[in-house]
């Protein structure tokens, strides 16, 4: 769920296609997005043996140690794009404002955190030309978490 208002479109990230943008001012640390309506994770081993699920690959996001969603329906919240310096904050399934964020921002977040550890994304990093690379679990949660107890004082 998208708590503040918001729109879906052009992102201005190039190559990026469609981004999710905010339509009202966001303080810093506020919860942008909540997840909602979760029926099942899948183990990371599930997903690549699983055939139906392998070719939703694109669609995989890690929420915690080694459980991931797959969502081929791409609900609006499919629509935050990568960036290695984000407007929001990836911590457990819930982006949080990474400062505040006036309205008209776009919603970006580093997916290395959402990627199974090592895993390449297919594309790089728009801003630098890295490649974007999926922690660990035990680095993403220690990183998120310590962003989160700063951001939150």
């Given at each position: 769920?998208?708590l503040?208002?918001y729109?879906?479109?052009?992102s201005?990230?190039p190559g990026?296609g ?6 009202e001012f966001?303080?810093a640390?506020?919860v942008v997005?909540?997840?909602?309506q ?6 990371w081993?599930?997903i690549?043996a699983?055939?139906?699920l ?8 890690r929420?915690?140690?080694?459980r ?17 310096e ?9 982006i949080f404002?990474a400062?505040?964020l006036p ?6 977040v ?14 790089q ?6 490649k ?7 680095e993403?949660?220690a990183?998120s ?5 700063r951001l939150?004082?």
């Amino acid at each position: 769920m998208i708590l503040p208002r918001y729109r879906i479109a052009a992102s201005g990230i190039p190559g990026a296609g469609k981004g999710l943008f905010v339509d009202e001012f966001v303080a810093a640390g506020r919860v942008v997005t909540a997840p909602d309506q979760i029926d099942r994770t899948h183990g990371w081993d599930e997903i690549l043996a699983t055939p139906a699920l392998a070719a939703n690959l694109y669609s995989a996001a890690r929420w915690f140690e080694d459980r991931y969603t797959v969502s081929p329906e791409w609900p609006d919240e499919c629509y935050v794009n990568h960036s290695f310096e984000p407007t929001g904050l990836w911590h457990l399934g819930f982006i949080f404002a990474a400062k505040d964020l006036p309205q008209g921002t776009e919603i970006t977040v580093d997916y290395r955190h959402l990627l199974a550890p090592g895993q390449d994304e297919s594309f790089q990093d728009a801003a630098t030309g890295e490649k974007i690379t999926g922690l660990s679990w035990h680095e993403s949660l220690a990183q998120s978490t310590r962003a989160l107890a700063r951001l939150l004082g």
